[in-house]
Nanobody, 117 residues
Framework: QVQLVESGGGLVQPGGSLRLSCAAS????????MGWYRQAPGKQRELVAR???????NYADSVKGRFTISRDNAKSTVALQMNSLKPEDTAVYYC???????????WGQGTQVTVSS
C-alpha cells in the first residue's frame, strides 16, 4: 500500500502561479510513475502531467509550457509548478502513484485549484 499526502492549491488570479506537492509513503516499488490528474465539475478526470522514476515526463497539451513537474526520488515526492494559470485550469487536482510491477494505482485525496478574478 502507498499513501499520498497532497499540499498546495487554493485561489489565484488568472496569470498567477501555484505549486502543488505530494509525498508518498508506504511500500514504494522503485519502478513507478508519479503524476497529477485533474477533474473539473461535469468533466472526466484527465492527466495533467506525470514523471517516471527515471525522469521521463509527459504533459497534457493544454498545460505544456506553463506547468512543470518534478520529483525527488529519495524523498518520494512530486511537485507541480503551475504558471500562467487560466480559469480553465480550475479543478480538483489529484496526486497519482502508479507501480509498473503490479499495475497498482494510488490516489491522493485531491486539492482544489481555483483560478478566478
Amino acid at each position: 500500500q502507498v499513501q499520498l499526502v497532497e499540499s498546495g492549491g487554493g485561489l489565484v488570479q488568472p496569470g498567477g502561479s501555484l505549486r502543488l506537492s505530494c509525498a508518498a509513503s508506504g511500500s514504494i516499488f522503485s519502478f513507478n510513475a508519479m503524476g497529477w490528474y485533474r477533474q473539473a465539475p461535469g468533466k472526466q478526470r484527465e492527466l495533467v502531467a506525470r514523471i517516471t522514476s527515471g525522469g521521463i515526463t509527459n504533459y497534457a497539451d493544454s498545460v505544456k509550457g506553463r506547468f512543470t513537474i518534478s520529483r525527488d526520488n529519495a524523498k518520494s515526492t512530486v511537485a507541480l509548478q503551475m504558471n500562467s494559470l487560466k480559469p480553465e485550469d480550475t479543478a480538483v487536482y489529484y496526486c497519482n502513484f502508479y507501480e509498473y510491477g503490479s499495475g497498482a494505482n494510488y490516489w491522493g485525496q485531491g486539492t482544489q485549484v481555483t483560478v478566478s478574478s
